[in-house]
Nanobody, 124 residues
Framework: QVQLVESGGGLVQAGGSLRLSCAAS????????MGWFRQGPGKEREFVAT????????YYADSVKGRFTIARDNAKNTVYLYMNGLKPEDTAVYFC?????????????????WGQGTQVTVSS
């Protein structure tokens, strides 16, 4: 059974910080790129961040660049999203995902395993 399990979501005031974690089980994802996506109220799912298989490269959406950091620990089969300087517009359900490929991608259809999502709410 392959599973991605997220944790760390919650309610935070504007300007605050959260760390999201995504622990994988059932197989190793150490040889593929990982990503984070989010879906806000009444909005479509959008790309947030991605990291290559060996963490040599990262890429971020313009809306979060400089505030969010994606990281991974392949020994723990876990990926993280460090979120700083949170804004109300960051409010969304956040999903982690594993790619089919080692290279980074912003395309959701190139990811074939997804977590259940965790709610992040930022109040003003």
């Amino acid at each position: 059974q392959v599973q991605l399990v997220e944790s760390g979501g919650g309610l935070v005031q504007a300007g605050g910080s959260l760390r999201l974690s995504c622990a994988a089980s059932g197989r190793t994802f150490s040889n593929v790129a990982m990503g984070w996506f989010r879906q806000g109220p009444g909005k479509e799912r959008e790309f947030v961040a991605t990291i290559s298989w060996n963490a040599d490269n990262t890429y971020y959406a313009d809306s979060v660049k400089g505030r969010f950091t994606i990281a991974r620990d392949n020994a723990k089969n876990t990926v993280y999203l460090y979120m700083n300087g949170l804004k109300p517009e960051d409010t969304a359900v956040y999903f982690c995902a594993a790619s089919q490929w080692a290279s980074m991608t912003t395309r959701s259809d190139w990811y074939n395993y997804w977590g259940q999502g965790t709610q992040v709410t930022v109040s003003s």
